[in-house]
């Protein structure tokens, strides 16, 4: 699924590139990259991922959440599955039953303008490196152009960023949905003309193969994720980003993740995890940038660039 509601974002600030040691961005200090290598993912201690959920429960280490989530999965997953059934976060229209608000055109602008910006900061980069005497034909094969023919929308819902967001920059885009409403409701929202240029795909992702995503054929050139890894446990997480892993293009798929974060009167230092006994009738978990970047490590994705907004963070990732 895609979408937590009432929580887009609001502001955005520009973070260092991130833990590829080869990337640099246009932050050209000397202490932005030590930072960023600072926080690289294989030293974030799993015992360091700490929170509660809305039920009281306080989790000390990542293993004590994983056994917690193992246990309730099959519970946590139905009751998704039933909230998107009738309707998601509701609302009048089909943008606000999937964030909850009215700002979802505000939310697919700041993604196009966090992809406008990547690519450009990622095409100055491999200009200067080019011009390096010491660019080998490896790094050459590395820096490949992007290329703008396939794009995969998961967790698509009706489609709201792939109308407003994918089709945009994206010759093609491949929707794949696990709720069989949305995912039939998302051609009469994307309109004919949008429907032709578009595939679409009912499936889950937690239980998402690597036949499955052979199956969509020619290799994607951005894979886009948001507000979808919340609903999934963190080993399913990272099971998934593996199997997306493998159908980018190679040298140049990059894999767009954008997910909540801890605001406001939360920890930033803890996940919060909300329970289908709660207020919400459902599970999710906004996490942490450490703990983002744990499941990412673990993966094999590195982070090449993030920006950090109010309520979210938005993170490009590419293969190891």
């Known amino acids: 699924m895609t979408r937590k509601g009432?929580?887009?974002?609001?502001?955005?600030?520009?973070?260092?590139?991130?833990?590829d040691e080869?990337?640099?961005?246009?932050l050209s200090s000397c202490n932005v990259r030590k930072s960023a290598k600072e926080r690289s993912s294989h030293q974030i201690c799993p015992e360091s991922i700490k929170g509660i959920d809305d039920m009281g429960q306080f989790y000390s280490c990542h293993d004590e959440l994983l056994s917690f989530q193992k246990v309730n999965q099959e519970e946590m997953y139905k009751a998704n599955s039933l909230y998107w059934a009738n309707e998601g976060c509701n609302g009048s229209t089909n943008e606000q039953a999937m964030v909850g608000d009215e700002g979802g055109q505000e939310d697919a602008e700041e993604g196009l303008a966090f992809l406008d910006r990547f690519l450009a900061l990622e095409t100055t980069n491999q200009d200067k490196a080019m011009k390096q005497p010491s660019c080998s034909h490896q790094n050459n094969r590395r820096r490949q152009r992007r290329r703008f023919d396939h794009a995969?929308?998961?967790?698509?819902?009706?489609?709201?960023?792939?109308?407003?967001?994918?089709?945009?920059?994206?010759?093609?885009?491949r929707l794949v949905e696990a709720d069989g409403?949305?995912?039939?409701?998302?051609?009469?929202y994307l309109g004919r003309k949008r429907s032709s240029r578009c595939s679409f795909s009912h499936q889950r992702l937690d239980t998402l193969t690597k036949a499955d995503v052979q199956g969509w054929g020619e290799p994607a050139d951005l894979m886009w994720v948001q507000w979808t890894l919340q609903y999934l446990i963190d080993t399913d997480v990272v099971d998934c980003l593996k199997v997306l892993a493998g159908g980018l293009r190679e040298g140049s798929g990059v894999l767009i993740v954008k997910e909540n974060r801890p605001y406001g009167t939360q920890r930033e230092d803890r996940f919060q995890m909300d329970m289908p006994q709660g207020g919400n009738e459902r599970y999710d978990i906004t996490r942490t940038d450490n703990h983002h970047r744990l499941l990412f490590h673990q993966a094999g994705l590195k982070v090449c660039y993030t920006e950090r907004g109010e309520e979210t963070n938005v993170y490009a990732l590419t293969v190891m």
Do not use: F
């Open 22 to 26: 080869g990337y640099h961005s246009s």
């Open 152 to 173: 995969v929308d998961l967790g698509a819902g009706v489609g709201r960023l792939t109308k407003l967001l994918l089709l945009k920059r994206y010759g093609e885009v």
């Open 181 to 188: 409403g949305w995912s039939k409701r998302s051609r009469n």
């Open 6 to 19: 009432k929580k887009k974002t609001l502001s955005i600030e520009p973070a260092s590139a991130g833990v």
